[in-house]
């Protein structure tokens, strides 16, 4: 994939119909934390209510189509010099590198718009080997596995934490 067609942007009501071509894929929906969007009035709403109040979540674009997002959310108080990373792309662009590159875009950003931020950290499910891969790529460490730590979909689930510093290099 030519990473020049690639960019991340924040999302815009007239996202609604690229955004529920994937956010309405289970597959795509099974390792996230919300459910699965079925309507357009759905999506409109999320759009509205929670990817743009969101402190930073992008759309992850293709010629400027929504097909999967990237969200950076910081931490409160003492704990602000962290921050929780999620992601996740339309099924059809599965193992084509792209949200790879849109971490590794949103990673060279984000440090500089939140200057308080030293980590960003992923909880990642055991099984989901897909994820795990796209953040050692982008130079995550993986820091160990947190039993029965994630609820998802009715179930408590091992997750894996990986984390990546400010002074840590993105791998190329």
């Known amino acids: 994939m030519d990473p020049s067609k690639i960019s991340l942007r924040p999302f815009k009501l007239s996202d609604a119909d690229d955004f529920l071509s994937w956010a309405s894929d289970n597959r795509v929906t099974q390792y996230l ?30 010629a400027d189509r929504s097909i999967g997002y990237v969200s950076v959310k910081p931490e409160f108080g003492i ?43 992923a909880l990642v499910e055991e099984e989901n080997k897909g994820s795990q891969r796209v953040l ?14 994630g609820f998802n979909k009715g179930e ?3 997750m894996i934490m990986y984390g990546f510093l400010s002074t840590d290099d993105i791998r190329v």
């Open 33 to 62: 934390r919300w459910n699965t969007i079925n309507t357009r009035e759905e999506a409109l709403k999320y759009i509205q209510e929670v990817a743009i109040p969101h402190p930073w979540r992008r759309s992850i674009c293709l």
């Open 79 to 121: 704990d602000r010099h962290r921050a929780h990373v999620g992601y996740a792309v339309g099924a059809e662009y599965w193992g084509r590198g792209i949200v790879t590159m849109a971490m590794k875009m949103a990673i060279g950003v984000v440090f500089k718009e939140f200057p308080y931020l030293v980590r960003l950290e």
């Open 136 to 149: 050692e790529k982008v130079g995550f460490k993986r820091e160990g596995v947190l039993r029965k730590y």
């Open 156 to 158: 408590i689930r091992n």
